[in-house]
């Protein structure tokens, strides 16, 4: 099973950084270039500080897209993905990426801009995509029931209270009613596409996402499940995001 549990988020972040940052050299080095797309959110913390870290990435050579971001919130708000990708990985890299595809959830015409944004991501394939799982299983922001069969790269999906809980509980927002309805997400036969997959999950509130993530039928009702069909997709969280995994489950993870 490609699942690593590791024994604190720091060490979960660590390793999924030394994981994902592998495949980029290995991109670099074979095509001369490397496309990745990145998650946000209080689970890639320890993550994309760790990625900073790691040497030998050529990081002029990489493009970045970025997974989603909410409907009407301007760049300005704390909540914004756009806004936090930039402070807390872009501009802190030592040169600049080839290119930065923000999710431009205000921008006048949603829908056009999603059309826009699409296309462009379709160019070539994307060699590693950092996602993480939500409390209600979604990968991005399909929440269930997913769609799993849609082509197109870029949605606007409609988040459901859970989801919205997750945000407002994670300190984004101040109260319920400020949190979005609606979002902007790579679909999830867009992220399946990418060749890589590395899934950071730690804490203890993603403990049921990963039972039924991994353990639960294989449904749009579980939108992560989806994972357990690429070939290439490496889980890695912390042992009180691994709880509520069975012995068998767990005896056949590899522990850090």
Known sequence: ???????????????????????????????????????????????????????????????????????????????????????????????????????????????????KLGRKIQEKPIDVCFIGIGENGHIAFNDPPADFDTETPYLIVNLDDVCRNQQLGEGWFPNFDAVPKQAVSMSVRQIMKSRCIVNTVPDSRKAYAMKITFEEELSPMHPASVIRLHPDCRTFCDIPAAAQLSKFTRDLCTLK
């Not at 209080?42 to 500080?49: G, I, P, R, T, V």
Request: contains cysteine.
């Open 1 to 115: 099973m490609n699942l690593v549990i590791c024994k604190d988020k720091q060490t979960c972040g660590a390793e999924a950084a030394k994981f994902g940052a592998a495949k980029i050299r290995a991109a670099i080095a074979a095509q001369g270039e490397c496309r990745i797309i990145l998650a946000t959110g209080a689970s890639q913390f320890e993550m994309l500080s760790a990625l900073l870290k790691e040497e030998g990435i050529d990081w002029s050579k990489v493009t970045m897209f970025h997974l989603d971001e909410y409907v009407g919130l301007p760049y300005s708000h704390p909540a914004s993905f756009r806004k936090y990708l930039m402070e807390r990985f872009v501009q802190k890299l030592p040169v600049k990426m080839k290119e930065v595809n923000l999710v431009e959830g205000d921008a006048p015409d949603v829908k056009a801009f999603c059309e």
